[in-house]
């Protein structure tokens, strides 16, 4: 039962499961956690709006009086108690008098504490006729500059004064609308006149020069361009100055309180019994359904495995194809393991064929051999040279079949031992065209190659022995070697009979002849072609043919060029 697959199905289901439930729980703990950070988030935003708004208060006003409603509005909207209070602890607003406030203040409220609040403006504020000379300036410049195609806007700054801002990337504008809209008026003109005494004073304790205000930006112009490496001290000068002339315009620091109103505690989770029974039954339910859907799915899962199964036991010698149209994972399967059968029964009519090529080979010259013996034993022959060179024939004829069969073999197995070594293509190929006289050979060029030499020539010798027993006496059979790319290229081409086309996909197969009545009139074991080209594969090479049927054949060799680094691996 361990080893079944639908056990194995039914162990994962219910793994799945627990590990499900134990998900949701993770889950339901993450939102919840993920819940109080979201509500801390708000909170943490309502107060920056409770500190920005009362700090705007204290940048517009000198003095905290009046600032009570907007404490309670600001505690009605967030939900918070408020609490404001002087830097000596005196209360000066309280949401909720009474409430007690911590020993430790949340903020402190200071427009000019470390960087000054813009919307403290004191006497540069502009207003009446100041403020509508300056708002129909930058209007005209707005509509200036939008007429020429500048992408631009307009804001209004705490001082009301409106600033034109041109978009990023805006195109050059033209001179025309070169006027400024910041020109300071008069009356922020005499509050510059006031910063820049002080700031001078300042600059003076430093031994600085004085510098220029021309706008209300407060970027400081250097006269002397000593100053322009004291660009710090400049500007502290400056933020001194200005808090200095801002001091009277705001109101005094305060110190900010923020507290929660007092509420019961709400549990995250309840896990009364009633919840807890709840959630068992549920899990419980959730098992049970997840139990009977993976028997359903199992046994439709195995019903085919069984068929196959069956099929295997089955067969007496070789698994018999099924009959299953799925088209899933085991349709699959089921088509692999037909296409299986088929190459099963391909190849046992291969090794049937094969085996009684091998009988029909071996069998006539063991039947010339028996015969002759038979005939001298019984005085019928008699044993002269005329008759042992016959019976060395025939037995030589069976050493060729059984060494071919030999070398078949260790190549099928990856046991064919070579040794390799650099030689002259040009001197082996002319050792074997030596002895299969009348052959042309042409070599371009002075060429090498690492091979085994006694392979490289049976290669060649079997091509070319091949080539003679289809080429008639006037014919003619050529040898050429040269290099064309990475491959060193052996042709050995003939005028000979030619193969038809249908017969070519078959020319290196074992035993194969184009006419078997031919077989023993031409002599050869059917063997030469394909081990020449089982040699060639592995040398890291191939052969192939090309051939037309009353013409010719051109049987290629190609082997790693002289100049690779490594030959090839051999093919399959």
């Keep these: 039962m361990s080893r079944s697959l639908v056990v194995r199905l039914l162990g994962t289901s219910v793994l799945i499961v627990v590990l499900s439930v134990g998900a949701a729980a993770w889950l339901a703990a993450k939102t919840a956690t993920r819940a109080v950070q979201q509500e801390q988030s708000h909170s943490l935003a309502g107060d920056s709006l409770i500190h920005d708004a009362l700090l705007g208060y204290a940048a517009e006003h000198p003095r905290w009086t009046g600032v009570e409603p907007l404490v309670r509005r600001l505690a ?184 929660s109103p007092a509420r019961p505690p709400v549990p995250v989770f309840d896990l009364s019994p009633e919840s807890t029974g709840r959630i068992a039954v549920v899990t419980a339910s959730v098992l049970v359904a997840a139990i009977t859907v993976t028997l359903v799915v199992g046994m439709w899962l195995v019903r085919p495995l069984r068929a196959l199964t069956a099929a295997v036991d089955g067969a007496a010698s070789r ?81 060729h079949i059984v060494d071919d069969l030999a070398d078949l073999a260790e190549a099928d197995a990856g046991t064919l031992a070579l040794n390799l070594g650099e030689h002259a293509v040009g001197d082996l190929l002319a050792q074997v065209c030596e002895a299969h006289r009348g052959t042309g050979l042409t070599v371009g060029g002075d060429l090498w190659a690492v091979v085994d030499p006694i392979r490289f020539r049976q290669i060649v010798g079997n091509l070319l022995t091949n080539a003679w027993r289809h080429t008639p006496a006037d014919g003619r059979v050529e040898v050429r070697a040269a290099v064309e790319g990475d491959d060193l290229v052996i042709d050995v081409a003939d005028t000979g009979e030619g193969i038809a086309a249908d017969d070519l996909p078959h020319v290196f197969d074992r035993f194969w002849r184009a006419d078997r009545a031919r077989a023993r009139a031409t002599g050869g074991s059917g063997l030469g072609l394909s081990i020449a080209r089982k040699l060639a594969q592995a040398h890291g090479g191939d052969i192939t043919v090309i051939s037309t049927h009353g013409r010719g054949s051109t049987f290629t060799v190609r082997l790693p060029a002289p100049d690779s680094p490594h030959p090839r691996p051999a093919s399959p």
């Design 76 to 259: 009605a909207e967030s939900g918070r108690q408020i609490t404001l209070t002087t830097v000596g602890g005196t209360v000066i607003a309280a949401s909720d008098p009474g409430v007690p406030v911590s020993a430790r203040a949340d903020a402190v409220l200071d427009p000019l504490g470390a960087a000054i609040d813009p919307r403290a403006v004191g006497p540069y504020r502009i207003s009446g006729r100041d403020q509508a000379r300056q708002h129909a300036r930058a209007g005209k410049r707005l509509r200036c500059l939008r007429d020429q195609g500048v992408a631009a806007t307009i804001e209004e700054t705490p001082a009301g004064r409106l600033v034109v801002r041109l978009a990023a990337g805006s195109p050059r504008q033209r001179a025309d609308c070169n006027f400024r809209e910041d020109e300071p008026s008069a009356g922020e003109r005499a509050a510059l006149d006031h910063l820049q005494t002080r700031v001078t004073g300042c600059l003076k304790g430093h031994l600085l020069t004085e510098v220029s205000f021309y706008t209300t930006d407060f970027t400081p112009i250097h006269r002397d361009p000593t100053n322009v490496g004291n660009s710090q001290a400049i500007q502290d000068c400056v933020d001194r100055g200005r808090r200095e002339q801002l001091r009277r315009y705001v109101a005094e620091p305060a110190r900010l309180y923020l507290t």
């Design 319 to 399: 698994p018999a194809p099924v009959r299953i149209a799925r088209n899933d994972e085991i349709g699959r399967l089921a088509a692999a393991f037909n296409a299986l059968a088929d190459r099963s029964e391909h190849s046992e009519r291969q090794r049937r064929t094969m085996v009684d090529d091998i009988a029909h080979e071996l069998r006539s010259p063991l039947t010339n051999i028996r015969n002759w013996l038979t005939a001298g034993q019984d005085g019928l022959a008699d044993l002269d040279q005329d008759l042992i060179r016959l019976l060395l024939e025939e037995a030589g004829l069976l050493q």
